[in-house]
């Protein structure tokens, strides 16, 4: 019989490190947050590319959660196009 092994989030349990885990978060939650705005805004992707400042297919990768081809510059900077700015907060852990 195998042992489960339990995590406090799923970013812990795809990545290999607990830094790689709160790099995939903070990407996550900016794509979230920019993806929202978008969807606020009723663009299709064509218009929303033009905005950020990005390709159409780029968009399509953001749009629908591709985490992996985002870095946090990359999307501050596209959080940026869009009026606004990035907030980082610390917590105890």
Not at 43 to 72: I, Y
Not at 77 to 90: D, F, P, Q, S
Request: proline residues 2%; positive net charge.
């Amino acid at each position: 019989m195998t042992k489960t092994k339990a995590f406090s989030s799923v970013w812990d349990a795809i990545a290999d490190t607990p830094e790689q885990a709160a790099n995939l978060q903070a990407r996550a939650e900016l794509m979230r947050q920019i993806a929202a705005i978008i969807k606020a805004k009723d663009w299709k992707q064509a218009d929303a590319a033009t905005h950020c400042g990005v390709t159409q297919p780029r968009m399509n990768d953001l749009l629908r959660g591709r985490v992996s081809r985002f870095s946090l510059d990359a999307l501050v900077n596209i959080a940026t196009a869009l009026g606004r700015r990035a907030h980082v907060e610390l917590e105890v852990a």
